[in-house]
């Protein structure tokens, strides 16, 4: 993953494990690199989180935990160059993460393919709470009975149940503020391609710290050792 980097691989995971995780800017972190003897420029720190992010993604999708058959749905708002984009997320009854998915528009073909990604990657539910959105509402009806058509095991699957309750999905709007959070300190994302593939960082650091993956021998890894190994 590091092979030909000018700098080594332990200060490339600590400047995007830092600039993932904490409320830091570009520039706090080469301030700090600076302090620490290692000269390094904000926008090398950002392409390594662009370059490494999805990567580290990937292979803590591979040691993921699966969820519970509850999940929790919403969309939350994310300014763009000065523009409102939405982020899809999911969370399970136990407020593990389920799924998240970026989009530049809030309509129903976002709402498929948010809902399509999450039933591949962990199966289907018995039931989905959302907060009243008729969209979400009528993509999950939509990718439930494409699932059920395209399923080939015979057998006689129960339609997903759809609860709408705004109080009921308190849950994920709490979970949302992790995440904006660590948003807000970023003063918005320059273009729709890197803050896809930051806030994915973002969301991997957000389960890492629910503990959701496995790692043999260590329960309970901090961040540092989760980072190190998903790039052994």
């Known amino acids: 993953m590091f092979k030909g980097r000018q700098f080594d691989q332990s200060v490339i995971l600590l400047c995007v494990r830092w600039y993932l995780a904490y409320n830091l800017s570009l520039r706090d972190l080469e301030e700090m690199m600076a302090e620490r003897g290692i000269a390094v420029d904000h926008t090398t720190i950002h392409r390594w989180t662009i370059r490494f992010a999805p990567l580290l993604l990937e292979h803590f999708n591979r040691r ?3 969820v519970t058959g509850k999940w929790h749905v919403d969309e939350t708002y994310i300014k763009v160059r000065g523009q409102w984009m939405y982020l899809y997320r999911a969370i399970d009854s136990v407020g593990d993460t389920v799924e998240f998915g970026f989009s530049e528009l809030r309509d129903l073909p976002s709402a498929k393919r948010f809902f399509r990604k999450a039933l591949a990657r962990h199966g289907r539910p018995d039931r989905v709470v959302i ?6 509402q009528e993509a999950i009806i939509s990718c439930d009975t494409t699932n059920r ?5 015979r057998r006689r699957l129960k339609p997903i149940r759809i609860r709408k309750s705004k109080y009921l999905n308190n849950r994920i709007e709490q979970d949302h503020r992790r995440i904006k959070r660590r948003i807000r300190s970023m003063l918005g994302f ?3 391609a890197s ?3 930051i806030l994915n960082g973002i969301e991997m650091v957000h389960m890492m710290r629910k503990q959701q993956a496995r790692f043999a021998f260590n329960p309970n890894p901090s961040l540092a050792e989760q980072f190190q190994i998903l790039a052994a």
């Open 190 to 192: 320059k273009s729709p």
């Open 131 to 136: 907060d009243g959105s008729q969209t979400n």
């Open 64 to 66: 993921k935990r699966s």
């Open 149 to 153: 058509l395209q399923d080939r095991s």
């Open 195 to 197: 803050a896809a593939i």
